[in-house]
C-alpha cells in the first residue's frame, strides 16, 4: 500500500519491553505499519506525520488470549468478558464498550485451518475499531495478516495499526484490533472491503500461506457519527521555557485529540509528552493512547490522543503536564558520513556501528544509550523519516527499521536502510524522539 507518490510518514515510538526479540520480528513490524493512499483530488494534502504506538505493546495489550464460546458475543455484545478485556488498555474505549458503543457483525473466512471472523467495531468521527477472532485450527505457533494486507476504500485512513501472535499452538481462540485512525469522517465508506494473506508458523517451519482472507464489512456510521464535544482553549504557557499553545479539545467517543501548537522559536524539539494527563474534578485521570495512532505532527501543529472521557460527563477537565522528551533543536539530526564510516554531529547518546553502501541505498545501525532511571522499563524508536543532504535537502528516506537488545540492557541497536541518490558521502537524518527530558508543571483548564 506505500508508495513513493506519498508524501505522508510514520513514525515508530517503539517501546520495547524487557524480553527476547522473537525471530519472527518482522512479520511484527509490518503489522504496524500503514499508510494511506493519497488522494488525487485533494489540492493542498497535508503533511501528518503519525506517531504510532510499539509494536510490542500492540501484540502484547490488543493479542489477548482466552477461549470463550463466541455464542456469547451476539447475546453480549459488546457486554462480553472477551471484548471488555482485550480494550482494557484504554479506559475510554472500555467504558464506550461498556455503554454499548459497539455492534456485531460476524463476518467470516477461513482457509488452510485458519478462521478469521471479525467479530465487531465501533466508531467515531476519529477513529474506527474492529474486533476480530483468529481460530487456530491447525496448531499454528504463530499467526499475523502478511503483506497483502489491505483496506479498500482508503481515502479516509488516516494510519492504522494490527496485532500478531506467537507461541499459540495451544491456543484454539486468540482475539485481536485493527485500530484505524480516521482522516476524513466525510469520506467513511458505507462498506470496508479487508483483503489479507498470513504470515504463519508452525513448530520449526515458518512461511506465508498462499491463501488470502476477504471481509465486506458493513459500516452503519449514521448511528454513531456527529457524537463529539469540542473546546477551546487558546492558552499559551511556558513549559521548562519552551512556548505550548494549547489551541481545542475534542471528545469522541473512542478518544479525546489535542490540538497543541509548538512554536519554531523555541529552541528545543519537542517529542513525546511523556508524562501527561486529563483530569476531572473528582480526580479521575485519562492517559494518552499507548495503541496504534497516538498523534500526528504537520510542522508547528502537533494533535495528541487520550483515552477519551466522553461517556463521564466530567463538569470540569485539566490537561496536566509534567514531563516532556525534548531535545536542543541544534542535535536534532544525525549527520553521517557514509564513506568513512562515522558520525560528523548529533547527540552524545547515538553512536554508528556499522555501515554498508550501495549505489542508491546504505544500511546502517546504530547504537543507542537510553536513561537509566526513565527508559529501564522500555525502549522507544528515535529515527525519523527523512533523510538529507548537508544543505538540507530531502535526497531519500529511512526504509523499514528493527531494533534489537545488546549486551547492555539500555543500549539497544537500531538497524534500517536510508535512500539516498548516490552521489552524496554526507547524509543528515532526523530524529522523532530521544531520550533527554524537560520537566516543568502545567495545568490548563480544558471545559
Known sequence: ??????????????????????????????????KATKEKKRKRQQKWVLLTASFFLLIMVTSIRVSPTFAAFVSEVPGGKWLVELVHYDKGLQVAIEHDYAIPLGVSDEHDGIKVTV???????????????????????????????????????????????????????????????????DEIPEQLEIKSGMAVEHKTKEG???????????????????????????ETVLFAEQTIVIEQATIHPTLMSLELTIPESNSKHLFSFEEISVVNEKGDRWKPLTNGVVGKEDG???????????????????????????????????????????????????????????????????????????????QFSIFGHSVQD?????????EGWSMAYTENPLVVKHSFPVTHNGEEDIIMIELSDYPERIEDTMRVRLK
Do not use: C
Not at 548537508?390 to 529511512?398: L, T
Open 1 to 34: 500500500m506505500p508508495n513513493d507518490k506519498e508524501r505522508e510518514m510514520l513514525e515508530i515510538a517503539a517501546k520495547l519491553n524487557q524480553q527476547s526479540l522473537p525471530a519472527n520480528i518482522n512479520h511484527f513490524i509490518q503489522a504496524g505499519l500503514y
Open 208 to 234: 506465508k500461506s498462499d491463501s488470502i482472507w476477504e471481509f465486506v464489512i458493513p459500516v452503519e456510521k449514521e448511528a454513531f457519527l456527529a457524537k463529539k464535544e469540542t473546546y477551546k482553549i487558546d
Open 390 to 398: 548537508k544543505n538540507g535537502k530531502e535526497i531519500g528516506s529511512v
Open 119 to 185: 467479530e465487531g467495531m465501533t466508531i467515531d468521527e476519529a477513529r474506527l475499531v474492529l474486533f476480530y477472532s483468529i481460530e487456530n485450527k491447525a496448531g499454528y505457533s504463530h499467526l499475523s495478516f502478511g503483506e497483502q494486507f489491505s483496506i479498500s476504500p482508503d481515502s479516509f485512513i488516516a494510519g492504522l495499526s494490527y496485532g500478531g501472535f506467537s507461541d499459540i499452538e495451544k491456543e484454539e481462540v486468540v482475539y485481536g484490533t485493527i485500530d484505524i485512525n480516521i482522516r476524513n469522517a
Open 300 to 378: 508547528e501543529k502537533k494533535t495528541l490522543y487520550m483515552e477519551s472521557s466522553y461517556f463521564a460527563k466530567a463538569k470540569e477537565l485539566y490537561l496536566e503536564v509534567t514531563r516532556i522528551r525534548a531535545l536542543d533543536k541544534k542535535d536534532a539530526k544525525v549527520t553521517v558520513n557514509l564513506k568513512e564510516g562515522k558520525i560528523i554531529a548529533g547527540p552524545d547518546a547515538i553512536s554508528l556501528v556499522d555501515v554498508e553502501n550501495h549505489s542508491s541505498y546504505s544500511n546502517l545501525i546504530f547504537h543507542v544509550e537510553y536513561d537509566e532511571f526513565y527508559d529501564r522499563e522500555g
